[in-house]
């Protein structure tokens, strides 16, 4: 393999181990928003269930404190109501599970780099047909997969620029 089949080799493995990382960094948040959400909505509506099960709460209240029972039950079930919502509109378990996805078709490519990279290729024409057919996966895959966060990606690019991602077949 000539040097510069190397050279592009050792950088496409760099882009697509940041963007491993990247996309498992992105499904780790988005799984974190959803149970800061969603433990709150269940709790939130537990206690109103509680409250609902004992009937009318207005009745077993002393007249000073019917208001403010009042009150936080109408706040409790707008909290609720907002929690739920969100979670739902947000998806966040959905993008989550997309972003694992991605991260493991961008693994895929990995290996496959990994693999082309320690092959003898008996031409020169039989490396560029694979490098090709890698690159058109490559590009796909730009195409399809989920927009990584920018604060994410940043974080990232300072770890990529120094080199750190990096096979231990390109040492």
């Known amino acids: 393999m000539k040097k510069h089949h190397e050279n592009m080799l050792e950088e496409w493995d760099r882009r697509v181990s940041r963007a491993v990382l990247c996309h498992y960094e992105s499904a780790k ?9 969603g433990i709150p909505s269940i709790l939130i509506i537990a206690i109103l269930g509680s409250f609902a099960s004992f009937g009318d709460i207005t009745m077993n209240i002393e007249e000073g404190s019917i208001f403010w029972t009042q009150l936080i039950f109408i ?3 707008i909290t609720s109501a907002i929690l739920v919502g969100l979670q739902t509109f947000l998806n966040f378990s959905q993008r989550a599970e997309k972003h694992r996805d991605d991260a493991g078709e961008y693994g895929t490519i990995r290996r496959e780099i990994e693999q082309i ?11 560029n047909e694979k490098l090709n057919e890698l690159r058109g996966k490559l590009d796909i ?3 399809t997969t989920r927009e990584i ?7 990232h690019k300072k770890k990529y620029t120094k080199g750190k991602y990096k096979s231990t077949i390109f040492n």
Do not use: F, M
């Not at 966060?149 to 974080?155: E, F, Q, V």
């Open 117 to 127: 990279a320690v092959t003898e290729y008996n031409s020169e024409k039989e490396l």
């Open 149 to 155: 966060p920018n604060n994410i990606w940043k974080d």
């Open 75 to 77: 706040i409790l079930t």
């Open 29 to 37: 948040i988005l799984r974190k928003y959803h149970l800061c959400l």
């Open 141 to 143: 895959l730009s195409k």
